[in-house]
């Protein structure tokens, strides 16, 4: 989940895309696979479902969307474009704490395409991060249409 979620943050995709994919091959696994998860597992009233359908979710679901992510990005279009867009809106994920102090991960908006994007950036930028204007980044054709962003640059 995690490699899918760094893969996430760099496509250009509607959230509910993933999550919708996620969802059904879930749902797809747990209607053909749930007899043989009810013959090996057993929880007490009803828990059998509800533990069945978290694991085919999480299992099946998160892996065939990692599949649907991985593929776009590996066989994506060579050809790389580069653009530039203006920042619309500023933020930061919450503080984590690493190794040498706590972290503060800058995130900007832009307005890719009449839809907002989040870009997550190093924590060395945050710092600054009311300085940058705006965001260039180099730009390929995923293999199934969704946008791959290399390169990502703060200008300001």
Known sequence: MYFQIQLFRITIINWKIPASIVILFGILSYKIDFKNFKQTYFYPIGGTRFYAILNYIFGFGFIACSMFMLTNYYFADQNV????????????????????????????????????????????????????????????????????????????
């Open 81 to 156: 474009k580069t653009e530039s867009y203006e920042i619309v809106d500023r933020t930061w994920l919450p503080e984590r704490v690493a190794k040498y102090g706590s972290e503060k991960k800058p995130v900007f908006t832009i307005n890719y395409k009449g839809e907002n994007k989040e870009l997550v950036f190093y924590s060395q930028f945050y710092e600054k991060m009311d300085l940058y204007k705006t965001v260039e980044f180099k730009i390929r054709d995923g293999f199934f249409g969704f946008e791959i962003l290399e390169n990502k640059k703060l200008n300001e």
